[in-house]
Every structure is written in structure tokens, then in C-alpha cells.
């Protein structure tokens, strides 16, 4: 199984499963001089690490990282990056119901259909767990991006949980105001009452992230096959559990006439192009705009939860299956720092890219993309 990287110039491999004693991340094509340490790394950890509240799973994992290569005396060296995050509270018992079963909405039958093996606890590299290894890496296109293009800020949020979205007018400042990360103090509580009759039914729900980019400049991407969009959405359908990804309007495009979809362009009074709106999600052609990105992906139901399911055994007998352990009842919840990280590997992996091709330089219009590294 070879496919376990991602990225062109900026480029990550994670590693490891659920339930093994460590997992983690080689990050290779990063610029040398870059100001990095595990603290800085460790801020974007916690926003994701489990057992924050009753609404993610109870493991209790310190997703503590370490920084094994590549980076000496506070900088970056130019060398491949090595980051571990140790296991500590697997509970590999919880799964020995499941040995011979195949859980539904899992993928353990398709790892078993393909390899003839599978790890059981957890799920193994197909655990959500995963995903702690690509934060870590996103912290490090962070610095690398405030480097290069510091005017880029990255943030996500959640924007439906099951039937409900955000009611009332947003307000950002509230993301980090609660376990949902969804900028509306209403609506999470409305979620919360929602969610724990879920939770204390053993049942789940998917969800919907959006994930916005703001001061991306304008021409990073390129036709046809290295489109900015083209990587986003597989970088971001590549997270575990997500089953939908959308750009600008999306699906929603599918409603909207020629005249109300296509964004006016105008010119502003600091001789830059701006747009009355952007249905297009700051992306034409695969190449950016200089608006805001935004994209948003849907992530399904956790799939272990504590309601009889039917299933088939490896020999291929009619069985019931109840999935216990620790469980998050809306797996999507974590999935907001994690979308926020592919989207940090994505935008350097496409700024890396345009420096490679153009020096550095958009157009008359926009000028460079950032400061070279002395």
C-alpha cells in the first residue's frame, strides 16, 4: 500500500494506525529557515486531540508530537521533517467482538476484500485517528505560509450538524467558544440538545465543515490537471469519513441561472480586479482569484455506534453486530482542524508551486505572491 502521500513540492506522508504505539507524519519539500517548534505544532493538536467534552470520543489522548528531523536550532533545515505522536489510551479489547465481523459503514470489509488482512482495533489506518498526523504536518505549512504569504488566514468551522444549520447572523468570534466550532453561541446550543439524545441513544450524525481562506493571492493553480481546486477537493475528500466535498456554490450551482452565478468583475480604487460576489469560491479555471477560498465537505455518521446492525462474518455467515468503545456521536466535530490543515498543505503546496513556474510573480494586477527566504 503505497498511496499514503500527498502533495506536489510541499509533500506528507502519514504513517502508523489507531491502535500501534505511535503514528505520524514526513513532511518533505519544506523551505529551510522557517521558525518551527513543537509548542507551535501542539496548538493545532489540541484543537483537534480527543476527549475535550461529552460530545467526541472519551479516549484521552495527549497527541503530544515530537519533532525527530529536520529542523535545528528553532529552523527549519530543508531536510524531510519526521513527527511522531505517541499512542497512550488504546483500548484494543473494545474490538474482539469484531474479529471475525465486518462492521457496517466501515471499511473493514474493503481492506479485507483487497489485502486478505486487516487491523481490527480501531479500524486501523482507516481510524479517524489518522488525522492527528495531518494537523501536525498543517502546522507546519502554517509557519510556512506566514512566511511566504503572510496575509493568509485559514479558518474553519462547522455549518450543519444532522437536519439543523447555523440560525442567525454569524459571528466568528464564537468559534472557539464552544465544542462545536460554529460561529453562532444559539445554534450550539441548539446542536447540544440535539446531540446528546443522540449520544445517550447510541445513535450518530454527519455534519458539514466549510473551511475559508482569506488573502489568498490571486494565480496560484494551473490548468488543467494541477487546478487549485482539483487538489482541495481530494485533499479534502481524503479525510476520513467525508463522502462530499463542494467549492464556492457547489451543488448549489446546479439552481442558479448563467446571470446569477457568474461574478461581476470591477476595478477597485487600488488598481486590483474585484468581484461582487463570489459564487465561485475565489477559484475560475482552477486558478484563485485573490478572493476567499472557500470550500465545505460533509462527513458521515460515525459508523460504530451501540444499535444492532446486521452483518456477515469472514467465513460469510448471517451475524449481529453491536460496536462498542469510545466513539465520537459526530465524528465531524473533530474534522474542523483537520480540514483546516489540508487546506494550509494545499495552499503552500500551490504557492511552493507557482514560485517554481512564474519566480514568484502573478501579474501585472497582484504583483508577488510573498517575500522570498533570505
Known sequence: MSMNSFGHLFRVTTWGESHGPALGATVDGCPPGIKVDEAMLQHWLDKRKPGQNKFTTQRQEPDQ????SGVFEG??????????????????????????????????????????????????????????????????????????????????????????????????????????????PETAETWADYLNGLRKSGNSVGAMIEVVAQ??????????????????????????????????????????????????????????PVFSSNHAGGILGGISTGQDVVVRFAVKPTSS???????????????????????????????????EAMMACVILDHILLHRGQIGGEVGETRGKVGPTLG
Not at 496560484?220 to 485533499?235: E, R, S
Not at 446486521?310 to 460469510?316: D, F, L, R
Open 75 to 184: 529552523q527549519t533545515t530543508g531536510t524531510p521533517i519526521q513527527l511522531m505522536i505517541a499512542n497512550t489510551d488504546q483500548r484494543s479489547k473494545d474490538y474482539g467482538d469484531i474479529v471475525e465481523k465486518f462492521r457496517p459503514g466501515h471499511a473493514d470489509i474493503t481492506y479485507w476484500q483487497k489485502y486478505g488482512i486487516r487491523d481490527y482495533r480501531g479500524g486501523g489506518r482507516s481510524s479517524a485517528r489518522e488525522t492527528a498526523a495531518r494537523v501536525a504536518a498543517g502546522g507546519i505549512a502554517r509557519a510556512v505560509i506566514d512566511a511566504l504569504a503572510p496575509g493568509v488566514k485559514i479558518t474553519g468551522y462547522m455549518v450543519q450538524i444532522g437536519p439543523h444549520t447555523i440560525t442567525g447572523e454569524r459571528d466568528m468570534s464564537q468559534i472557539d467558544q464552544n465544542p462545536f466550532w460554529v460561529p453562532s
Open 65 to 68: 508530537v515530537r519533532i525527530l
Open 305 to 339: 455506534i451501540l444499535k444492532t446492525r446486521q452483518t456477515i462474518t469472514k467465513s460469510g455467515e448471517a451475524a449481529e453486530i453491536i460496536t462498542k468503545g469510545r466513539h465520537d456521536p459526530c465524528v465531524g466535530i473533530r474534522a474542523v482542524p483537520v480540514g
Open 215 to 272: 488573502g489568498v493571492p490571486a494565480g496560484l493553480g494551473a490548468p488543467v490537471y494541477a487546478k487549485l481546486d482539483t487538489d482541495l477537493a481530494a485533499a479534502m475528500m481524503s479525510i476520513n469519513a467525508v463522502k462530499g466535498v463542494e467549492i464556492g456554490e457547489g451543488m448549489a450551482a446546479a439552481m442558479l441561472t448563467g446571470e446569477e452565478n457568474a461574478d461581476e468583475i470591477f476595478m477597485g480604487n487600488d488598481g486590483k
